[in-house]
């Protein structure tokens, strides 16, 4: 893909797409210091709050995208990022716990549900390849969450009031413009249902064990930002500056690679594959870290950068086989309800990886890697049959009814009356034989 795409559809998604991203960078950098060094909340409230919203969330985007699927993916997306930037800058009022608590939630439920509602569009305009379109969006992501980021770093630097709240004004307003760029996005038509059951998603029970695995693999997000810091200051000797050294690689890596990575896996089974190798490059790259400990800087240095490089190997992997097999296995008039759901997995590891990875990587310690890489590898080897189970799910949901041949009438119709012929010397026609309706 260009680095720009054509003027249309797509060009005006990714513009958005963009504009969306500076903002939440300016919030993934500051957001939190913003209601802990501003508002003076206890960042144990705030960590709480965030976990809540975090648990809850997820579930608003099943319902959202079921709404997107039915009445119009555009205008329920665009819906979702007015009510996101209005409860961003609902933060300038969120003096207090519940205050906050509400204003994060609203906040975090309207970007689930963003996520989901967007789904059936990317997969309208994404073309042949809507997850290459995906693995597109996904490194415009980065570019933008970078630019915030630099961006959030002068009000950081600053720390002052008034600078913490320009920053949250500058991201509702990042929002607010995100959902306006889309009035240049043609309407998207509402796929007829085909009957059954409303939440089918929810009773596709291949599809929830691909959710349920895609999120123990999505705990991965959280040991960039989480554990690797920690571990780091706590557990090396290797150079403060080097957590943005280890941000910056894996920004760059996935800004460069990630269409890359994605252009071969471009189906089901090459998902299920994509994350069986995922996994591994995760084993590794824990094992690096953990190694990391007790040894020069230089050398300490070196390893992590190392296991972060790899480490960005596996989540380019992950990335591409999530987009194949949600969006692959996905019924087409159901997109949005599908993506909400596999969003579930992603939710819940944004609400407990923290917590999962302080306990076995930073409490326990060394040994807590290799737990957290066994766990990912052995996850990803489960991916390929649970793939395998979804597609034989999806042939049997999409395959004909059987046929049913009624019975003819027993009784027949008396018939018509009709003008007296002549006596014909030929023999009678035979009788047209009784017919079954077709299927």
Known sequence: MPLMPEPGPQRVLAASNFVYTVGSGLYLTAGVLYFTEAVRLPATLVGLGLGIAGVLSPAVGIAVGHLADRHGARGVYAITLVVQALATAGFLLADSFWLFALAVGTAMGAKAAGLAARGPLV?????????????????VTNVGISLGALLAGWAVQVGTLPAYRLLVVGNAVAFAASAAILIHLPRVTPVPTTGGPRWIALRDRPYLLLT?????????FKVLTVAVPLWLVTATTAPRWLISGTM????????????????????????GAAYRRAGVAFLVSCSLISLSAGIPAWAAAA??????????????????????????????HATGQYLGVFGLGAGLAEAL??????????????????????????TCLAAPFAVRWARHHQHDRQAPPPTVWKEAATTPSAPEPSAPSAPSTSSPAPSPPRSCPRP
């Open 123 to 139: 997969r309208y305009y994404g073309g042949d390849r809507p997850q290459a379109f995906r693995a597109y969006l996904r490194a």
């Open 212 to 220: 349920a695995l895609d999120g123990i693999m999505a705990v991965q």
């Open 248 to 271: 910056l690689t894996n920004t760059v890596i996935v800004i460069a690679f990630q269409i890359r990575a994605s252009r071969g896996i471009d189906s089901p089974t090459a998902g």
């Open 303 to 332: 390893l992590l950068m190392t296991a972060m490089v790899i480490h960005t190997i596996g989540e380019l992997w992950h990335s591409a086989a999530g987009f194949e097999v949600s969006f692959a296995l996905a019924p087409q």
């Open 353 to 378: 990886g923290p917590a999962l990875l302080i306990a076995l990587c930073i409490t326990w310690g060394r040994p807590g890697w290799y737990v957290v890489g066994a766990l990912f590898t052995l």
